[in-house]
């Protein structure tokens, strides 16, 4: 694990995540057919998974629900880097897909998303504070209200 200031705690620098379609069927499966363990969980405010983590033996797996672009499944990488910004530009200089300029989000991190050629998303972090699960699902929920409002 990573001792970087811009990591989170307990995180490695790149986590591998997977964009799918139903997080709770996919939890579920991963579950029952590879032992995983159900890990942090954060639920939108139908009360539908919208990211929830599980460990596969020493492995922490991102899964996060397809709501951005329901059509897209593919790989996401959650990378932490000392500056997202410049992170970002390089990623887009180079040719990759704007998902999500970078942006302080409600969970305590910098992230700005693109898509490589192969649309799989690359979500460039940089942690900023470490929040209780109570201020993430506060935060969250406020997050979406105004997403709901746009």
């Not at 890990?39 to 009360?47: A, H, I, L, T």
Request: with cysteine.
């Amino acid at each position: 694990m990573s001792n970087n200031s811009f990591t989170r705690p307990g995180y490695p620098t790149v986590t591998t995540g997977l964009n799918v379609k139903d997080p709770e069927a996919y939890i579920d499966w991963a579950r029952l057919t590879l032992g995983a363990e159900p890990g942090m969980r954060f639920e939108g405010p139908d009360g539908k998974v919208v990211h929830a983590e599980i460990c596969i033996g020493d492995t922490r797996v991102a899964v996060d629900r397809a709501a951005r672009d329901p059509e897209t499944t593919n790989a996401l990488f959650h990378v932490y880097v000392p500056d997202v910004n410049a992170a970002y530009e390089r990623a887009t200089a180079a040719g990759a897909k704007s998902k999500m300029p970078p942006t302080d989000m409600f969970f305590g991190e910098r992230v700005g998303i693109v898509a490589d050629a192969n649309d799989n998303s690359w979500a460039f972090a940089t942690f900023l504070e470490a929040l209780s699960p109570e201020v993430i699902q506060q935060r969250g929920a406020e997050f979406f209200a105004k997403q709901q409002k746009r």
